[in-house]
């Protein structure tokens, strides 16, 4: 199994650079790792011993931000290496001023050893998922602790399957997991696993302190105005389409489209969609008597929602949806597409009437019209924020005494 592994590596790394040639997100991936071990040579000292960081995308980030902050603001003095996958990661977030910040090379022996080697982490914190087999390994052997912090696993997952005894024994390299749910708690314990706690998921901690003290947005403000404000965050042309006959049918509210992919094509067909919009990065004076905002920059979504009585969030059409905490950390009731079961929030969030599952124009009517003065389910959202934080205290009290 390890050869079909590695095979299928090799052939990922080289599938992608024939994509690089026609595809700008691959050319990233591609063009970010060219150089990358004078980069790592070059910022980074052995001796410093850091505490490196990996995570997929930007969402991981987030998630794992609290958890890094928190242990760089105990020891500031304590190098930190944060690694992405993605360019969409990477590429938002090269500049994060607490750490030296790197693309993961990607997962080979030799790649592995001249990393850990490189770098000499004292500790390796991965967040929620990416499991690799050599890096996993080389840390093993180096007597590097592994920990894997908002973890979440289901009965679907490879790993508890008869046949999945390579990924299983991949997992085992892992020195401690602080997972979200009793469920992973099982599962891991199923397979032998008894390194783990029920901690709860750090985005809950980062969704709430951003809650706290929202950055202010001035342009937003005077573009709101005194209407009612409907965001669709994250979104892709599925939901956007659905979107315009709420649009057209309601002329008295607001509207923020903040999609998922901001590059040229996209946003043309937004504009499409609605040809009154307006973009953020073309506002003119006369912006706030528009009925549609588009914003096609990356960083914003996360204070956007301050201003909103509703929100919808996109990607349930696609492979899953995207953050619904930010959302309900303001009190905002959620929509979003049929797409949502990997995620544990938004089972919750529907449970307790905070949200609803649409898949249809009829759905999503309703949906609207039953949110859209709704404060029990906003405060309901709000609260459910509230009570899920403190997972970021319980990690760092084990990493600190480990």
Request: charged share 20%.
């Amino acid at each position: 199994m390890l050869g079909i592994y590695n095979i299928g590596v090799v052939l990922y790394g080289f599938l992608l650079r024939i994509a690089a040639l026609f595809n700008p997100k691959a050319k990233l991936f591609v063009n970010g790792r060219k150089n990358i071990w004078e980069q790592i040579k070059t910022k980074t000292k052995p001796n410093d011993k850091p505490i490196w960081f990996h995570f997929a995308s930007l969402g991981e980030f987030e998630q794992g931000r609290p958890v890094l902050e928190n242990l760089k603001s105990k020891d500031p003095e304590q190098k930190i290496v944060v690694t992405f996958f993605s360019p969409s990661g990477y590429e938002v977030r090269k500049n994060y001023p607490l750490a030296t910040v790197f693309y993961l090379p990607l997962d080979t022996q030799s790649n592995a050893r001249k990393f850990i080697q490189l770098v000499n982490p004292k500790q390796a914190i991965f967040t929620k998922y990416e499991f690799w087999f050599h890096y996993f390994k080389v840390l093993d052997e180096n007597q590097i602790p592994l920990y894997l912090i908002s973890g979440i696993f289901r009965p679907s997952q490879v790993f508890f399957k008869w046949y999945g005894g390579f990924y299983k024994g991949i997992l085992k390299f892992v020195t401690h997991f602080f997972v979200q749910n009793t469920e992973s708690v099982s599962l891991l314990k199923s397979i032998g696993i008894d390194e783990v706690s029920l901690s709860g998921d750090t985005r809950f901690d980062r969704v709430y302190e951003n809650a706290q003290l929202p950055k202010r947005l001035e342009l937003i403000e005077k573009f709101c105005g005194n209407s009612a404000v409907f965001i669709g965050g994250s979104t892709w042309l599925p939901d956007e389409k659905l979107l315009v006959s709420l649009v057209q049918e309601h002329t008295d509210w607001k509207f923020i489209i903040a999609p998922h992919e901001i590059g040229g094509s996209h946003i043309q067909e937004i504009e499409n969609l609605f040809p009154k919009a307006v973009k953020f990065s073309s506002i003119n004076t006369q912006f706030q008597d528009a009925q549609i905002l588009i914003i096609d920059n990356i960083g914003m979504l996360s204070s956007l929602y301050q201003y909103a009585k509703v929100a919808y969030i996109g990607g349930g059409f696609g492979v899953g949806i995207h953050n619904t905490l930010e959302a309900a950390a303001f009190g905002l009731p959620i929509i979003f597409g049929p797409k949502y079961d990997k995620f544990q929030e938004a089972k919750d969030l529907i449970n307790i009437d905070a949200a609803k599952s649409i898949s249809t124009q009829e759905e999503l009517n309703h949906a609207f019209e039953l949110f859209k003065e709704n404060a029990q389910a906003s405060a309901i959202a709000k609260n459910y924020v509230e009570q899920k934080k403190g997972a970021t205290e319980m990690i760092i009290e084990k990493l600190l005494n480990n």
